[in-house]
């Protein structure tokens, strides 16, 4: 489903529209793919369309929060094209036994932003309230402020700089992470975690990124124990056609993850 939602945005907006480009492209993509050897025309997946959001992040969040439930009640695994990173706190919330995964350049760590505690920059502080210490792992940090990395609760959630990934190879990285979380796993996919060259049009650019390959492996390895997705934050009035697609294709890749029959290690 699609949460047009850009409401707290604080740079550039626009990802309310991303949903709709989403859909145009992905119909564009070929229905089979040779590298998981799975036919998605065979793989049974609704398209929900968009939710109907208002201006109002808590009730947005709350819309959310009900249609992931509805959706999860179905025996069915919800796949959310946002919108900004706000909309997985109402997911989030019908996921209190699972590990939260993130990708993303930022720390959305703040206690509250543009006078709102549901802003995009607090995401990570909003799951941390209702998962946890040491549920969240949160890829490809590189953008964090002062305030927020002298912050007395850093530690209770894992942040992996993209220059760990860059130095340790996403194999390591995954390793360590499939050591730390104990069932199943949420995840969450900022586009502003990959760098710029791969993904520009987002609303918080910023370089030194993750590839599309470090995603794809880390779907790859946790896909089957992934039972919630969502991608968020890319903003179509940016692109050049680049972050459509890799948006497009991630859901691919998400989804055959979970369908191969393939191993990977
Ligand atoms: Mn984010
Ligand atoms: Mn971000």
């Not at 360590?176 to 900022?190: H, N, Q, T």
Request: hydrophobic share 35%.
């Amino acid at each position: 489903m699609g949460v047009p939602f850009d409401g707290t945005s604080s740079f550039r907006r626009g990802s309310s529209l991303a949903p709709d480009q989403i859909r145009a492209v992905y119909e564009n993509l070929e229905s089979f793919d040779p590298y998981y050897a799975v036919d998605f025309t065979d793989i049974p997946i609704t398209d929900l369309g968009n939710l109907e959001v208002n201006s109002d992040v808590r009730e947005v969040i709350s819309l959310v929060d009900l249609s992931v439930s509805t959706i999860r009640g179905d025996g069915k695994i919800p796949i959310m094209m946002g919108g900004e990173h706000s909309i997985t706190i109402g997911a989030i919330k019908n996921y209190t036994d699972a590990d939260l995964i993130i990708i993303d350049a930022h720390s959305d760590f703040r206690e509250s932003y543009g006078g709102s505690a549901y802003s995009h920059a607090c995401v990570t502080r909003r799951c941390l309230d209702i998962l946890g210490d040491g549920r969240i792992t949160s890829i490809g940090t590189r953008s964090i402020s002062r305030e927020e990395y002298e912050s007395k609760d850093i530690n209770r959630v894992s942040f992996i700089s993209s220059a760990e990934v860059r130095k340790s190879g996403i194999e390591l990285i995954v390793d360590e992470v499939e050591k730390s979380i104990r069932g199943d796993v949420y995840l969450s996919i900022d586009m502003d975690g990959f760098d710029p060259s791969f993904a520009p049009a987002v609303g918080t650019p910023e370089p030194y990124g993750l590839t599309p390959w470090d995603a794809r492996y880390l779907m790859n390895r946790l896909g089957k124990r992934i039972i919630g997705f969502d991608i968020v934050e890319f903003s179509p009035i940016y692109d050049n056609g680049n972050t459509a697609m890799l948006a497009a294709k991630l859901i691919q890749d998400f989804i055959g993850s979970r369908e191969t029959s393939k191993v990977f290690h």
